[in-house]
């Protein structure tokens, strides 16, 4: 929820506020709120999570406008070893890499994180704040049909429509900023 939030909190338009609606409903649609109860250890985490993605897009709007896309997945790259680094280390375990091991790890980040967020400092380059928050919005969508498609689960109603809310504001969201409409005044 934090992604529609920092689109609107980013927004003067009044269609912004739709698109911000529509992907704050479907993510709402989507969430496994039934079962056992609200966890709420879980809930202060997927909170602080979103709470860290919003901080992410805020700040890797402003790497990628000053450092060029590579150098910014670098840095990025290189803060986010440094927390590990100690464990690894510590561990011992560094000793026993292989050049296999290094190769298929090399591989592993490259596409799951070199790839992906060079793409995103280059979408965080060309996008406004709250176009890119809105889009940040399919993940869920892309988790849940993944899992539709790869793994044979069955999505209800509600998650079909979640999935359309979410798919039709990351859209909106991005047509809006290809074709900006006049600015709301309070005139």
């Known amino acids: 929820m934090w992604g529609p939030g ?3 909190a980013g927004s003067r338009r009044w269609l912004d506020g739709v698109w911000v609606l529509l992907a704050a409903a ?3 649609l989507i969430a496994p709120w039934h079962g056992a109860g609200v966890d709420l250890l879980g809930l202060g985490f997927a909170l602080a ?3 860290c993605w919003a901080v992410y897009i805020v700040l890797g709007k402003r790497t990628a406008a ?3 896309g590579p150098v910014a997945v670098a840095v990025g790259m290189l803060f986010a070893t440094l927390p590990v680094l100690p464990f690894g280390v510590a561990s011992g375990s560094l000793l026993g890499l292989t050049p296999h091991l290094l190769l298929l790890g090399g591989l592993l980040a490259l596409f799951s994180s070199v790839l992906p967020f060079s793409l995103e400092m280059q979408a965080l380059r ?3 704040t709250r176009t890119f928050s809105i889009l940040m919005s399919l993940e869920p969508v892309a988790a849940a049909l993944s899992g539709w498609l790869l793994l044979g689960e069955r999505l209800t109603v509600g998650q079909w429509l979640a999935v359309g809310f979410i798919v039709v504001a990351s859209a909106g969201a991005t047509l ?3 074709h900006p409409q006049p600015v709301l005044t309070s005139e």
């Open 126 to 128: 060309s996008l406004p």
């Open 6 to 8: 920092l689109a609107l």
């Open 176 to 178: 809006t900023a290809q």
């Open 26 to 28: 479907g993510i709402a």
């Open 49 to 51: 999570a979103g709470g």
């Open 66 to 68: 000053v450092l060029p």
